[in-house]
């Protein structure tokens, strides 16, 4: 195994990785590799990973569907604990996990470590959803006769997934999917392969069967539309972009299938004149230029009331200048680097685009630190007197860009904050109790905070957004296993007689 705890030096022979299908780890049959590379330092190369083919991934969705008969009649508990297992895996392997993390995808290091607790809490609360997985129990219109409903698991389900919660995220889909009897396809980002590769380890390890978890890295044509498209794979969940989304709406409602999404967002954090404008910069900067700006639900507007504009974006950017960019493993490093050059190309197409549209406050450079030369690095960029409409305010930029919009009053801020194609999450800096609770009743948005950033979801309350943010589907919380099981209502009659519903009733 490679290093993980720093960069390797470039002479380094990488390790290559493979697929894991039906329980053994094997070469794509196209004996093709990527390279997964460290974006804090290009150089440092941490593995070679399959580029798995459409025959891989229809062997990987035979091997789920194989496995589908056996543990879907598991008992729910016993497959709750196997997940008890991998969570308690999981802990004991967080600190391994989060530098390897770290490597392959930037976030410093404290961020890395709660993106593994959180895979870590949701494995355990799904653990315990083998126990529950709730179904009604109600009374029959008719005597002698019981009435029903119990949850089901669907079969294969295709999970797609990003390099930004490169472990939480994979665990959000794949432990609802699993606790609910469902087998899985797994095809993680192509930026973050080596993450999804130390975590079916340790889901091999925690005892799911052969076959019940398969992984097959590679590209989303050949391997992400084969899973869209099979018809052996009757459930989809996939985070990434609204573009990539709508495309895989349209190929999997072509069969039917169901499908969660979770796409992209536009977070604001409103500020009143009334606010303890020392939090909000705290909430605000942690939750605008934390893993860089790159979570969905990172805020990168700032709809704040005009009278206090001024002091809050100089606040912003007093602070904002003092966080150190650099490698996430690093003490002191409080940003680190983009997921790749094209994201730093992005980030830097949109900075142009705010010059045309308010005042570059700070910022606005791919950073040009000798040491920082090798990594995807990008400082963070504030702009102030931004228009509600303006394209840096209403496009996903997923970097560490914020936009600062003046409003004259509540009602203007409101009308602000709900004008965006997303609504994942919101939050409102307040004192006074009454405007809060008009924020949480009309804010648009999956996720409200209220005196907090737009960051933070605990896994166990449904997350997910409105509008394009998704398709109405929840991840996480009780809400999370709807996704992935069927209902079946049932009628026992035991009268002894032919009972009509609906006509012997009356
Ligand atoms: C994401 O960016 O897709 O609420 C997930 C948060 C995290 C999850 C973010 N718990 O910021």
Redesign the pocket.
Known sequence: MTSTSGPTPASDVPTTFRLFIAGAWVDGVAGETFESLNPADRRDVIGRFQAGSAADTAMAIKAAETAFPSWRATPAPKRGEIMYRFAELMGRHKERLARAMTREMGKVIAEAR?DVQ?GIDIAYLMAGEGRRMFGDTVPSELPDKWAMSIRQPIGVAGIIT?W??PM??PCWKMMPALVTGNTVVFKPSSDTPHCATLLVELMAEAGFPPGTVNLVTGSGEAVGNTIVDSPDVPVISF?GSSATGKSIAERAGRRLKRVSL?LG?KNGVVVLRDADLELATDGILW?AFG?TG?????CSRVIVERAVADDLVKRLADRAKTLKLGYGLDAGVDVGPLINPGAVEKVGRYVEIGRGEGELVIGGTAAGDAALAHGNFFSPTIFSGIKPMDRIGQEEIFGPVLSVIPVDDFDAAITALNQTRYGL?ASIFTRDVNTAFRAMRDFEAG?VYVNAG??????HLP?GGWKETGNGHREAGHAAIETYTEWKSIYVDFSGRLQRAQIDNQ
């Open positions: 709660g959180e990003p930004n919660f939480a995220i985070t979770e967002g939750s893993t790159q979570r969905c639900t990172a999450s996720i737009t960051t933070g979801a605990e896994t997350f």
